[in-house]
């Protein structure tokens, strides 16, 4: 049986499966040459994460001492902030429970 466009969709589902994007490993056949690892890509989101952590800080100082006149703008930058500190919080959680876990297993 031939692998063709998906059924109703018009998609090639070969084409789609390379197109996707590497998180690592060794080079996939079609792979992009630019892709990166997934230890590269979990350094990048903590810093995106820290990044946001900062400007939540300084719209919260700003908002503070008065330099900031819209209060939405500093309420929306901390509340991005908090929901980024609980996800990199949930991420490092299950990280420390997946190596338990593996840490747990009989040899």
Do not use: C, H, W
């Not at 063709?4 to 197109?19: E, H, K, M, N």
């Not at 994007?21 to 820290?50: C, M, N, R, W, Y």
Request: no cysteine.
């Amino acid at each position: 049986m031939a692998v063709g466009p998906i059924a109703g969709v018009g998609i090639d589902a070969i084409q789609f499966y390379r197109s996707l994007p590497s998180i690592g490993g060794p080079a996939a056949v079609g792979e992009t040459p630019g892709a990166q690892s997934f230890g590269a890509l979990i350094a990048d989101k903590l810093q995106a994460s820290a990044a946001i952590q900062g400007q939540g800080a300084q719209a919260a100082q700003a908002l503070a001492t008065g330099q900031a006149n819209d209060i939405s703008a500093a309420t929306i930058a901390v509340e991005k902030a908090a929901i980024a500190l609980q996800l990199t919080a949930a991420f490092r959680n299950k990280a420390v429970e997946a190596y338990q876990d593996v840490m747990r297993m009989q040899i």
